[in-house]
């Protein structure tokens, strides 16, 4: 056996016991963000070509959409920032309750011309989206008169509006600035593009943490349960727990193998098929929900040790420590 | 003074000639950054965005601030500072090194009188946070006194142009002497106090109650003796309040931006400038990855991109804006353009070397 071969032999054998899946920017661009920009955009137009006003056929579309949602709003870059998107779609925490009194505003004057796109598109961000819609298909009151409906219809359109300009200007230009970095792109660097899309995921686990458990959970002497994301509909721990299936799919596809992120991940997803946050005015719900704010700080840790320094990138020199 | 200082000091008085900050490369910019070897340095930057100079710093430092007539500089440690130097940018070197006295914390801004025979430095009293100014002469760099501040916290602080007076933003927190945690976020009271020479309080600023938990931070002056004032919202997450206001004669106009805008910054602006050619105002935010630009009146007019970017300052025809990424762009009617690029994180503050 010639020396080459002698050497080539142990690596070949190392390679195929642990096959090391290919993961990077373009990988996640490719397997993680287009599918899921893809699955927002089906799903919203699905729901978008509802034209009854049964409840029943409204409500499951609309959780494919949110399902779908999901999936991708953890993606707080290009596009989805635009024209002030992200909230459009989703406005999310709403301490004050703008959505409601707004919807209960929109509901009271019954303007057909509010139901025009273009009028559509102009309405406050807190009567649009998915929070919009989720208080017409839900409603506190029985709903009358063709307007409720007719008002659904509107913000359902505008929702894959919005979906399929996201889908539509990442394919034209956003996944070619992440994926070919350089002077005429919004990164500069490689590294730069790295860095967005770990922001995205370190930001993604954050929110969950402190919006999505945090909100809810109060304090235990005061827990609020009324608070949890999409509460009305029943969604909250299921937006949770996609959430966080889809940040694994981001880690993932960022680098592998990423053994002690893979860990944290299962830990936090086993512990959160336990929880119910629509209880957690139980101490026992509220500490088992608690958990899962730990469990997703070590997440993070294992992210920022494993998959950080893997990729050249931090959260950001500035962001990471304010003053 | 230490000796060594003084020595060089010294030399230099006999030995060179009076040197100017043409004498240093004319840099117009100084901008702290870490460099890639984890040290800490303060660049001056030419307006292209060429580093004209780099001398070490001990520590991570925050902000700068340049006398009106020697090439001198003062960096200043991030808070709670321990230290604060004073480069000869010319000669390249440290000429001082100015250490708070016990029970003092630097916060990271200063300013020099008009005539630069003084330096005022942020500062807290380390055990409460009560708000301070150190007072140094600038031939000896010693410390000649202090007055309070009227505010815990307090931050920026820039002096008003045709005036002695001194602006202090009190951003109203009041924090752990030993580690940055915040420990009053539930009733801090900021304001900006504008201060005589002597300390005196002249007038005395205070947000809305609603806004009381809105840190007001960091200071630009505009060309018409108002301000403007950035601010980094402590309250609940979703509420999205106004990062920027306007101060005029003692009053505080908050400028709220369009719905769609409203949460780009993530609730936090690093830094701020006025451009006087363009007339406008930028404020940066590292955590949205964003820089908003608004008119000279406060209205909102452009959010543009650019991850991590915190420092801005005024160029000739906009802004530049420095980020973590080690980035210098040009901010201007073309939008935001990467220039230059070097290999360190540059920190909070770009530093406009606007003398008189």
């Known amino acids: ?323 | 003074m230490q000796r060594r200082s003084f020595l060089a000091s010294v030399l230099a008085a006999s030995v060179l000639p009076q040197l100017s900050w043409a004498d240093a490369g004319d840099p117009a910019y100084l901008a702290a950054a870490q460099t890639a070897d984890g040290a800490f340095a303060l660049h001056g930057l030419s307006l292209a965005g060429e580093s004209l100079f780099a001398l070490p710093l001990p520590a991570r430092g925050h902000a700068a601030t340049a006398h009106p007539t020697r090439p001198l500089a003062v960096a200043f440690a991030r808070r709670p500072g321990t230290f604060a130097l004073v480069i000869d940018c010319a000669l390249g070197q440290e000429t001082a090194r100015l250490t708070p006295p016990a029970g003092r914390q630097f916060n990271g801004h200063g300013t020099f009188s008009a005539d630069g025979a003084r330096l005022y430095t942020s500062e807290v009293v380390a055990e409460t946070s009560e708000g301070r100014l150190g007072i140094w002469d600038t031939a000896s760099w010693q410390r000649i006194g202090e007055c309070a501040t009227h505010g815990v916290g307090p931050h920026d602080v820039k002096r008003l142009p045709l005036s002695e007076d001194l602006l202090v933003a009190n951003g109203g927190i009041q924090t752990d002497p030993t580690d940055r945690t915040k420990l009053n976020i539930a009733t801090m009271r900021p304001n900006l106090a504008r201060l005589g020479p002597d300390g005196a309080l002249i007038s005395l600023a205070e947000a809305p109650e609603d806004l009381a938990q809105n840190s007001l931070r960091h200071l630009a002056l505009l060309s018409d003796g108002r301000a403007a004032v950035a601010t980094q919202w402590e309250g609940d997450p979703a509420e999205a309040p106004p990062l920027l206001a306007l101060w005029e004669d003692g009053r505080l106009t908050f400028c709220p931006v369009p719905e769609a805008e409203m949460l780009v910054m993530q609730n936090y602006a690093g830094s701020i400038a006025y451009c006087p050619a363009r007339a406008e105002i930028a404020i940066t935010s590292p955590k949205g990855g964003a820089v908003q630009v608004f008119d000279a009146a406060g209205r909102f007019r452009a959010t543009h991109r650019r991850a991590d970017a915190c420092g801005v300052a005024p160029a000739p025809a906009g802004f530049t804006v420095t980020d973590g990424n080690g980035a210098i762009s040009t901010l201007g009617a073309a939008g935001l353009q990467p220039a230059t690029r070097l290999d360190v994180k540059w920190d909070n503050h770009l530093i406009a070397l606007d003398r008189a």
């Open chain 1, 1 to 323: 056996m010639k020396r080459s071969a002698l050497l080539l032999g142990p690596l070949l054998a190392l390679t195929l016991a642990a096959p090391v899946a290919r993961a990077d920017v373009a990988e996640t661009v490719e397997d993680h963000i287009l599918p899921g920009l893809a699955r927002f955009t089906a799903t919203t137009a699905t729901l978008a070509a509802i034209d009854s006003c049964e409840p029943e056929a409204l409500q499951v579309a609309w959780g494919a959409a949110f399902d779908a949602w999901v999936g991708v709003g953890h993606l707080r870059l290009g596009p989805v920032e635009e024209e002030g998107r992200v909230l459009a779609i989703a406005f999310w925490p709403d301490p004050k309750g703008m959505g409601q009194k707004q919807t209960n505003a929109l509901l009271a004057k019954a303007d057909p011309a509010v139901l025009e796109p273009a009028l559509m598109a102009e309405q406050s961000v807190a009567v649009r989206g998915l929070f919009g819609l989720e208080r017409l298909l839900w409603p506190t009151e029985t709903a009358t008169g063709d307007y409720p409906c007719a008002l659904t219809h509107a913000i359902a359109d505008d929702l894959a509006r919005m979906a399929a300009e996201i889908d539509a200007e990442w394919r034209a230009s956003f996944a070619d600035h992440l994926l070919n970095p350089g002077p005429s792109s919004r990164y500069l660097t490689l590294t730069e593009a790295r860095q967005a899309l770990l922001t995205t995921l370190i930001t993604g686990l954050e929110f969950n943490k402190d919006a999505r458990l945090g909100r809810p959970l109060g304090s235990f002497d005061k827990p609020h349960p009324e608070r949890a994301e999409a509460a009305t509909s029943g969604r909250s721990t299921r937006n949770l727990e996609l959430s966080l299936v889809a940040l694994r799919s981001l880690a993932r596809s960022l680098h592998q193998p990423i053994p002690r992120t893979e860990a944290a991940f299962d830990r936090v997803l086993a512990n959160v098929a336990k929880v119910d946050l629509s209880q957690v005015d139980d101490p026992t719900m509220w500490l088992k929900a608690d958990i899962l704010r730990q469990d997703i700080t070590a997440v993070r840790e294992a992210v920022m040790a494993e998959i950080a320094p893997a990729l050249g990138a931090g959260v950001g020199f500035n962001a990471a420590d304010g003053d």
